[in-house]
């Protein structure tokens, strides 16, 4: 009888080409070689395994923290480092390719921290962004709510004032750390309906009335808690207020122009992890007494897989030389949340492909990755929401 035992399959390596970056400065090129080291030392060995349990790897932040790389692209006079975000969203790109729970969490930290950095007081950012930024601190963003998720100016979350304090109370949902940050940036109404009755607070994770809900229960990045935050009487003082009262949806769209460069560049992480897998496996894979990759079938797929990562990185790189020279950047932005997450897509269902019935197998990476690009499709403004941005700088707002 023939012998129908599985045979040994090769396993693919992480990064067998390391991507070719153009970096700034030799400081640039000292991060990124620690950021490699660190990705490949303590977070990618461990990604699958603790994925697959919903384990947080708090320890990670801990040593992120230790190492500078929490505060890239914050003032160094607080605690930050100073690089510009063509840097710092190629270490984004260098950690999700390592694990994306990891990199998600670096940049919804530095989402949670934008408020302060950019619309705090000199007295509040003395006092708080250097604990924030370099002291082993984890933040969150609170922006969406049960009812109020792509329309988040419609938010019910209220502060009122209270004397010297602000009295919060409402639910916020989706909130990437619920339940284990050390602080949170919260959005919350303080006068009318509409955007321009809403307020940013930063509110201490261990603020008596703050609890949050169980994690959700999710189709990928479950080492990523996300949950409801309930806020029942959290009382802040004013001077945790950050901005004018009701400047706050603008300070959290200026966050999330930022906020979604981060998530571009994570998914080209995630592409590029997934294209490496599959490169790897093409070339030890053999049947019909060569190595799968001399198939132009499969060639061709890879190519595709290549090109489409090669032009998202472009395109998110393009987005940030626009912001670090302080010009328009938010239909770049867009643009490049959209086109990298639906890459990220479409390259990681590819590579699933390309390794065949071991692609569906969890022994493999990639059908981990294929599930945790659609959350990039998803955070931080969906690809719908994209399309209405963009189209609003091409064509105006809708007609009402």
Known sequence: MPD????????PQPHPQPVERRLPTDEARELLAL??????????PRAADEEAAGRF?????????????LGLPYDSAYGGGDQPYTVYLQVLEELAAARL????????????CHALAAFGTDDQRAAALPAMLG?????AYCLSEPAAGSDAASLRTRAVRDGDDWVLDGTKAWITHGGIADFYTVLARTGGPGPKGITAFLVPGDAPGLSAAPPERKMGMKGSPTAQVHLDGVRVPDTRRIGAEGQGFAIALAALDSGRLGIAACAVGVAQAALDAAVAYARERRQFGRPVADFQGLRFLLADMATQTEAGRALYLEAARLRDEGRPFAQRAAMAKLF????AMRVTTDAVQVLGGYGYTADFPVERLMREAKALQIVEGTNQVQRMVIARHLAGPESR
């Not at 990298?340 to 890459?343: G, I, K, L």
């Open 57 to 69: 790897p708090r320890e990670l932040f801990s040593l992120l923290s230790a190492s500078g790389l």
């Open 101 to 112: 729970t990891v990199a998600l969490g670096v940049s919804v930290h530095s989402l949670a």
């Open 135 to 139: 002291g082993g601190l984890l933040g």
């Open 4 to 11: 129908h035992a599985p045979q040994p399959q090769p396993q």
């Open 35 to 44: 950021v490699r080291e660190i990705a490949a030392r303590e977070i990618a």
């Open 340 to 343: 990298c997450s639906d890459a």
